[in-house]
Every structure is written in C-alpha cells, then in structure tokens.
C-alpha cells in the first residue's frame, strides 16, 4: 500500500507542512531565545527601580492568549495596519512573528528564574576568584543553563502546538502557510479526522524528538537534577 | 603586607566592625578568634572588598585599596584567594571547580591543568577529579575550595574557617596546606576560627574579636596562654571547657 494512499493526498504536501511548521517555530524560538536570554539574565543579574513590575509584567505575558497576539499583528500587518506596506500578512514571515512575541516572555521569565536561583555565593565566589563582569556573567549563564534550557523547551513547546496566532496572520494558504496545527484545524472542520489525527501524530512524534534532542543538552553532563527521594525508605 | 586600620562596618543599625584594626605579614599567619556573631567573617569579606567598609583603610603593599578604581580591583582580588565558610562549587567536575580561578585569569589550558591537579592532590581529591562536584560531602567541598584557592597561588590566603567541616585527619592536612603556604611560600594568611586549639596549632599572631570589637592582639603565644582582658580570659575558658 501507498503510504500516499492513507493520507489521501500528496506525501509531498505532508512532508512540505511538516517542514513549514518546524521551520517556522524554530526560526522564531531561535530568534527570541538570542534576545531574550540575555535579557532575562541581565534582569536577574541586576537590580534596578521597576524590576517588579517589569518581572509582573513578563509573567503575566508569558501567559499572553496566541489569538489576541495573532489579532494585534493581524491589524498592525494588514493594508491599513502601521506595517501594511511590508506586506508580511498571510506569510510564514507573519507566522514566525508571532511565535516570536510568544516566545519572548516565556524565555525571558524563565532565563531570569534560573539566574535569580544561583546562589549568592557563588556569585561572590566568581568575584573574589577575580573575574571581570562579563566573565561573571558567562559564569553565571552557564550555571544556569539547565534552566535556560527548559525555557527553549518550554517556548518550542508552545509554539510549534499553537494555532489562534499563525491561523490569522499565516490564513492557513495550502502549499504556502498552511502548518501541522492549522491543518488539523481544517481537515477536522471538514469531517477528515483519519488525516487530522495523522497529522496530529506527526506533530506529536517530531515534537518529541526535538525535545527528547533539547532535554539531552540540557542534562548531558549532570543526569537528572532537584530532589530526590532516598530509596528504600517509605 | 596586608593593613587594615580602623575599619567600621553597619548593617542597618547592627554595628559589626567597630574600629578594626589587623597587619597580616607575608609569612605569617594571622588568626581572628572570637564567638559567633563576632565580626569574623565580615573583616575577610572586608578584605577581599566583597564589602566596602563604612570607614577605615586597607592597604596591600602599601598600595590604598579602597580608593583602587574596578579594574584595579579585580588585579587586588586576583593577588588574593578567599575561602568561605559555605562552600560554593560550580555545577561542573571536581577539576573544573578547581581550574576556574586559572581560567579566569586567562592562563594556559596546559599549565592550568597541571596546576589544578598538584592542588587536587595536595588535598587528596585527586581521585574524584572527574566527579561532579555537587557530590562531594561538606568536607571534600571544603578541601575542593582550599585546592581552588592555592591552584592561583596567591600573595594572600583569607580563610573563613577552612576546617569547620572537616575530621581531624583532613583537618591535619588543611592546616598542614596552610603552614607550608606561609612558611616555604612567604604567603599572607588570615583565618578565622572560633576553635582556640586550631588558634594555638596554627596562628603566629591573633585578634580576639569580641561584638565587633577588638578586645585583645597580640603574639598567639601570648593572647592565647596568658590572656590581659576579662573577656579574653572567659571565652577562652569556655572553649577549654567545651573543647
């Protein structure tokens, strides 16, 4: 049997918004993790008047409904928007936009937990050893990066199985915008449900290797970290 | 030599250096004795400028400290080695923790490495070289920080009770570290302790620090055996009693 056959349609076309999905997320989450971790590091590295209410302010945006950002940069990027003349609306360009300002906070507040949870000795440590600003703030990225991690993995996560946000500015376009999420959205609202749940189990399966290669990085050199339970004992 | 002159230090309304004074020569080892609470940790802190003093001087070879601007700071920490009383490891193997004052300084990867296994095993943790160092127990952590600090082989050494966690063997060993480091190497050394026995086995000079204050400096010999103040007198009592 044809693998073709179980989809009804082209391999091609799966294979071709397998591909747009993935790399529409990863270029957006690689983008806002260059910007935000360092963001998130200087806000945790340095006190400064309004930290609390800027650090209020990106938890609360991390959890920022996709269709309200999907909405705002509908408007900003359609004819009469402010960014209307680039002519980005219902391209991947618009959708990695808005994966991008989803992304932001949720790397950002999580970069600036795991800095804020190096402990104050080590920080004096590194500055007695004799480092220089900028090496203690390597020092302290990389002692954090377990948790700087999580917060890509977290932001992938999110991404790559949000819909609201790419479905308006992408407009779901076969073979230019459509991706795995707003697919299933449409073959589902057209009584396909064997290829929405296929598509929905490539979305699953590739969405797990990815983060099954993102958690090695993060516990490559150290196991599994955090509490654990003595064994043996009830 | 090290100079600290008159230093004062507040937290809020806590006064916990009150005018104090310590001269820690190349050779020599110099010890702070007092209680808890006393002042000890806050005069190495001040030492190290992890902590700017409301008022006072320090003075490193005749140089001022104080008025130094960052760069030159960062040049006086690295002429100094500090170890605390919490250790503080890196989330990396035993080596690298070790090898992390060196790398800071920019030195070779070779030398550098050489240099952090003579101190790995001048400690005895040469063995757990390649183990986290977050599974290291309160002593082997202890050790771990004291090779870090000899590995850059400072002009000065300031200890912040480098043997509180440690068993009598490791503590034969630490203070062994300490008194080469002064004697062969000419090093200045500052430690602190609240044990009078550890005072005796090791300090040539001693500061009794009492709530901030200084109540008593002199010859180890002297303070120790044949205490002049009250106060002297009584703590020192009560560690031979608890000791």
Redesign the interface.
């Known amino acids: 049997m044809d693998l073709s056959d179980i989809f009804g349609q082209s391999l091609n076309e799966v294979f071709g918004i397998t591909a747009l999905s993935f790399r529409v997320t990863g270029i957006a989450v690689a983008a806002a993790a260059l910007l935000a971790i360092p963001l998130g590091s200087l806000l945790g590295l340095f006190d400064f008047r309004g930290k609390r209410v800027l650090v209020t302010l990106i938890n609360t945006l991390m959890g920022l409904p996709p269709v309200v950002v999907g909405l705002m940069l509908y408007l900003l990027l359609s004819r009469s928007g402010a960014l209307g003349p680039l002519d980005l609306l219902y391209t991947p360009t618009a959708m990695m936009i808005a994966q991008f300002i989803m992304a932001i906070p949720i790397i950002m507040g999580l970069s600036y937990s795991a800095i804020s949870a190096i402990p104050q000795r080590l920080v004096e440590r590194t500055i007695s050893l004799g480092a220089t600003r900028n090496q203690l703030v390597i020092v302290i990225i990389r002692e954090a990066r377990v948790g700087i991690m999580a917060s890509i993995v977290a932001a992938f996560g999110g991404a790559i199985s949000e819909v609201g946000a790419i479905m308006l500015v992408g407009g779901n376009i076969r073979y230019f915008t459509r991706a795995l999420t707003t697919a299933i959205v449409l073959y589902t609202n057209m009584g396909e449900f064997g290829m929405a749940i296929a598509l929905g189990l490539i979305l699953l399966s590739t969405s797990f290797m990815i983060n099954l290669f993102l958690t090695y990085l993060q516990m490559k050199d150290q196991g599994t970290r955090g509490p654990k339970l003595p064994k043996g004992v009830d | 030599m090290l100079l600290l002159r008159d230093i004062w230090k507040s937290y809020g309304v806590r006064e916990v250096l009150r005018g104090i004074s310590l001269e820690a020569e190349g050779g020599r080892i110099s010890c702070i004795i007092g209680p808890n609470g006393s002042g000890k940790t806050t005069i190495l802190r001040v030492a ?1 400028l ?1 902590e700017a003093p409301d008022s006072g001087a320090i003075a490193f070879d005749g140089n001022d400290v104080l008025s130094l601007g960052p760069e030159e700071r ?2 006086y ?2 002429r ?3 170890v ?1 009383q ?1 250790p ?5 193997s035993v080596f690298d923790n070790v090898a ?2 060196l790398r ?2 920019g030195m070779d990867k070779g030398v550098a490495g050489k240099r952090a296994e003579e101190a790995l095993k001048a400690v005895n943790l040469y063995d757990l070289r390649a183990a ?1 160092a977050h599974s290291l127990s309160g002593g082997e952590a202890q050790r771990l ?1 004291l090779a ?1 600090a000899m590995a ?1 082989e400072p002009e000065g050494l300031l200890l912040d009770e480098p043997t509180a966690n440690l068993d009598p063997a490791n503590t034969i060993i630490v203070e062994e570290i300490i008194r080469r480091y002064a004697k062969e190497k000419g090093g200045i050394v500052i430690f602190t302790t609240h044990n009078m026995f550890e005072a005796k086995r090791l300090a040539d000079r001693v500061l009794f620090l009492m709530e901030g204050r200084a109540i008593e400096e002199g010859e180890a010999a002297e303070v120790l055996n044949n205490p002049k103040g009250e106060m002297t007198a009584r703590f020192l009592k009560g560690e031979m009693v608890l000791g």
């Open positions: 190290d992890l960062i040049g920490r690295r100094m080695a500090m605390f919490q503080a490891l890196y989330d990396m992390m004052g800071i300084r986290r920080c870090g850059v």
